[in-house]
Nanobody, 113 residues
């Protein structure tokens, strides 16, 4: 059974950077499209970025040019590099394995001065 464990969240000032990691167990990682979603307080969960099993990437407009999704199949890990963070990026961030429809537990990112 696939398990996803996120890490790397924390508190950062506006303009700062964080890198989130999502480590996956199981053998499906290299064949699964992987994604990052986020849920801000009082809002619904929204899609942020996807990386396909052939390394194509897609982003929500609000993070284009600031966030970068990447994967390391040898480590069964997907990353989200977040630069130029804004207060509106504050949310719990979740990784998602599309092939098995499985979520991680989430990691909190707080952007505030």
């Amino acid at each position: 059974q696939v398990q996803l464990v996120e890490s790397g969240g924390g508190f950062v000032q506006p303009g700062g950077s964080l890198r989130l990691s999502c480590a996956a167990s199981g053998s499906i990682f290299s064949i699964s499209n992987m994604g990052w979603f986020r849920q801000a307080p009082g809002k619904e969960r929204e899609w942020v970025a996807t990386i396909t099993n052939s390394d194509n990437t897609m982003y929500i407009d609000s993070v284009k040019g600031r966030f970068t999704i990447s994967r390391d199949n040898a480590k069964n890990t997907v990353y989200l590099q977040m630069n130029s963070l804004k207060p509106e990026d504050t949310a719990v961030y979740y990784c998602y394995a599309f092939t098995v429809k499985r979520w991680g537990q989430g990691t909190l990112v707080t952007v505030s001065s």
